[in-house]
């Protein structure tokens, strides 16, 4: 399976869930531990929203339920165009947030 293929998965098995752990991911998708590191750093730049609770009951928190929805990234132009759209989404939130806090 390609790493695009295998991010949109990822994306899509972690659509209903609140909480991750990297076996999660590991177990899923028969994929190695450092695997697994680099998907979930992607998936970050991607913009799934999550943080990271650390100790023995830690894993990945999922901010927000309403993250992306899933996309075929199946070449290149196509992976470009959602990095772009995403930055600009980003940014747009960004800064409707920094609008928000200085009222």
């Given at each position: 399976?390609?790493?695009?293929?295998?991010?949109?998965?990822?994306?899509?098995?972690?659509?209903?869930?609140?909480?991750?752990?990297?076996?999660?991911?590991?177990?899923?998708?028969?994929?190695?531990?450092?695997?697994a590191?680099?998907?979930?750093?992607?998936?970050?730049?991607?913009?799934?929203?999550?943080y990271?609770?650390?100790?023995?009951?830690?894993?990945?928190?999922?901010?927000?339920?309403?993250?992306?929805?899933?996309?075929?990234?199946?070449?290149?132009?196509?992976?470009?165009?959602?990095?772009?759209?995403?930055?600009?989404?980003?940014?747009v939130?960004?800064?409707?947030?920094?609008?928000?806090?200085?009222l």
């Amino acid at each position: 399976m390609k790493k695009s293929e295998r991010l949109n998965q990822e994306l899509i098995f972690l659509k209903d869930k609140q909480q991750f752990k990297i076996k999660d991911l590991m177990m899923e998708f028969q994929i190695s531990r450092r695997t697994a590191l680099r998907d979930i750093e992607d998936l970050e730049k991607l913009g799934l929203p999550f943080y990271t609770e650390l100790g023995s009951y830690g894993g990945y928190q999922i901010i927000n339920q309403a993250f992306l929805s899933p996309v075929h990234l199946l070449k290149n132009p196509m992976c470009i165009f959602v990095k772009n759209y995403l930055r600009r989404f980003q940014r747009v939130n960004k800064q409707k947030s920094i609008n928000y806090l200085r009222l």
